[in-house]
């Protein structure tokens, strides 16, 4: 069973940066998409960024362009979420997502089917 773990959330002021980080492991012998999701309380989960594994191909929210960059380490296995100038709007809880199966990225949670259990990102001053 594939298991991500995310870290790198916290509390940060407006303006500031934080690093999130997806950690895969398990059996699975290929790498697929992976994607970043954010839920705030009393939201709908939202699809934040995702990059593909055939070409490296990136997705981001219009929200997040420009500050928010996602890539993969030397470890395929592992991927990032590097989020500059925050603002309040982006607290939520942000979760990691793989698209078990799938090289190309989806949007939907639904598309996806492993989850990491949650990191908090809070925006305030």
């Known amino acids: 069973q594939v298991q991500l773990v995310e870290s790198g959330g916290g509390l940060v002021q407006p303006g500031g940066s934080l690093r999130l980080s997806c950690a895969a492991s398990g059996a699975t012998s290929d790498y697929y998409a992976i994607g970043w999701f954010r839920q705030a309380p009393g939201k709908e989960r939202e699809g934040v960024s995702c990059i593909g594994s055939s070409d490296g191909s990136t997705y981001y929210v219009d929200s997040v362009k420009g500050r928010f960059t996602i890539s993969r380490g030397n470890a395929k296995n592992t991927v990032y979420l590097q989020m500059n100038s925050l603002k309040p709007e982006d607290t939520a809880v942000y979760y990691c997502?793989?698209?078990?199966?799938?090289?190309?990225?989806?949007?939907?949670?639904?598309?996806?089917?492993?989850w990491g259990q949650g990191t908090q990102v809070t925006v305030s001053s």
């Open positions: 997502a793989m698209r078990l199966g799938w090289r190309s990225c989806g949007i939907r949670p639904d598309e996806f089917n492993a």
